[in-house]
């Protein structure tokens, strides 16, 4: 792969301005076990290699070190008239991630996370309509093609950020887009998920490794030690495209099994975390709890026919998480692009979860990424800033906004969320600041006016993941 130009970082003039503040090593040292531990969480890239669809026939036939060089050459000539033909076969409602993009996004990432400790992206790696994609500009396409070309995708973007961020750890997930089936569908046990678990699990120690892949094969989880300062840290990963309501096998059949074997495997995994006193993350790339975009569109006067929209096909996931909630410091997902936070509820203290918005805007919203704080005693996420783009190009890069200076909370835990939604539910015309604010920022860079059309139903969906206690916060709100 052709380098890209990052400069170089100097190090150096941070350790001369410490010790020249009068600082001994001692107590600079006592300093650094207790600050907190900068983090990028990114999702849903989505990187179009179909952009110029000449190109795609060069990048099949290529390695994926050549890819770069490829994608950075001129555009083909009929560039615009050969993808206005793939987008006719496979319309989509806007643009995903193309090159220039990516690339701003990656050197964005550069200069605002130089100091990240380890990296997480949940999910989504390619192209909306991929297959669909790929059909087209391949139309005599033999066997395998179409997995060969899945696989070459996600690994130039996973060494493409990891170039970008060199010697962080970067833990990945897949998302419902990335499979080398069609959106939503994917095989258990499969030579895509052995070939996929070697890139999502390349940055594991080696002591990790072979169990990371072993487990990825069967089910798309594995499991690994956050790295230090964070004390007894563990992140459990997993693919939920087995639980989503929509999920198919390759062969478009309903399968439960696979679902239920990696909620056994999450159990097991929790178990042991609580039977060592280690303080877990977990991330999965589809949330749980209900849909309140796709809910309010379909019944506009939800409490006498509405029916409320869920993302999994049960609360299995949502049980478990709350189930271990002495246990799970953070739970992380993506899928929805827009920057939001969520509480799991149970009768102990509740679980913390953030949605990471995307760098794709394929949804309207800018792209952005995040800069978290981790608290490394805790492994509590202490405060985090949303970067994002001042357009859809991706032509400068600025913070969004800062969830301290935001919401006035020492941190991104359950009881800060509890009082945050509480505010919120307390204002159903969306009328305070931090209402406002959580609107504006929801689509980042854009301000997504459409939320103020169905505030109390959205709200209500942050605290009640399941249908029913979601449907009586919503009607409780909105009863004359």
């Not at 020492?410 to 539910?425: C, D, H, M, N």
Request: aromatic share 8%; proline share 5%; with cysteine.
């Amino acid at each position: 792969m052709r380098k890209l130009t990052w400069g170089r970082l100097v190090s150096g003039v941070a350790a001369v301005a410490i010790f020249a503040g009068g600082c001994s090593p001692v107590s600079w040292q006592a300093q650094a076990q207790t600050a907190p531990v900068p983090a990028l969480f990114t999702s849903d890239i989505h990187f179009e290699p179909f952009w110029d669809p000449a190109k795609a026939v060069r990048l099949a036939a290529a390695p994926v070190n050549e890819w770069e060089e490829i994608l950075a050459a001129p555009d083909s000539a009929d560039r615009q008239a050969q993808w206005a033909a793939v987008n006719q076969k496979c319309p989509t409602r806007g643009e995903d991630t193309n090159h220039a993009l990516l690339i701003s996004s990656l050197h964005a990432i550069h200069a605002q996370a130089a100091d990240a400790k380890f990296a997480v992206v949940s999910g989504d790696l390619i192209a909306h309509s991929f297959t669909c994609k790929f059909s087209a500009v391949f139309p005599h396409a033999q066997p395998g093609d179409s997995r060969a070309f899945v696989e070459k995708t996600i690994d130039f973007v996973m060494a493409s950020l990891r170039e970008a961020i060199p010697g962080v750890p970067v833990y990945a997930q897949l998302g419902n887009n990335d499979s080398d089936c069609e959106d939503y569908q994917l095989d258990p046990n499969s030579e895509f998920l052995s070939a996929m678990g070697k890139t999502m699990t390349a940055d594991l120690t080696a002591g990790e490794r072979a169990a990371a892949e072993k487990d990825f094969t069967a089910d798309g989880d594995y499991s690994a030690k956050l790295p230090a300062p964070i004390a007894h840290g563990r992140l459990l990963t997993l693919d939920d495209l087995f639980l989503s309501r929509r999920y198919a096998t390759c062969g478009g059949k309903d399968d439960e099994n696979a679902g239920k074997a990696q909620i056994a495997w999450l159990k097991t995994q929790l178990d042991m975390a609580r039977h060592n006193k280690e303080q877990v993350w977990v991330m999965a790339h589809i949330p749980t709890g209900v849909d309140a975009y796709a809910t309010a569109k379909k019944a506009a006067d939800f409490c006498t026919k509405g029916k409320a929209q869920m993302f999994l096909s049960s609360d299995s996931l949502d049980e478990t998480l709350t189930a271990y909630s002495d246990v799970i410091r953070l739970v992380i997902f993506g899928h929805t692009h827009m920057d939001e936070l969520r509480l799991l509820h149970d009768t102990k203290q509740g679980v913390a979860v953030k949605l990471v918005s995307s760098i794709t805007p394929i949804n309207g919203n800018n792209p952005s990424f995040t800069l978290a704080k981790v608290d490394p005693a805790t492994a509590a996420l202490s405060d985090y800033r949303v970067i994002a783009a001042a357009d859809k190009t991706g032509s400068s890069w600025s913070e969004e906004y800062d969830f301290d200076q935001t919401y006035k909370e020492p941190a991104f835990t359950a009881a800060s969320l509890s009082r945050v939604i509480a505010g919120f539910k307390d204002d159903p015309g969306a009328k305070t600041s931090a209402s406002q604010s959580y609107i504006h920022n929801y689509g980042t860079g854009t301000g997504a006016r459409e939320l103020n059309l169905f505030w109390p139903l959205y709200v209500c969906s942050l605290a009640n993941n399941e249908a029913e206690p979601f449907r009586g916060c919503v009607c409780a709100i909105l009863k004359p």
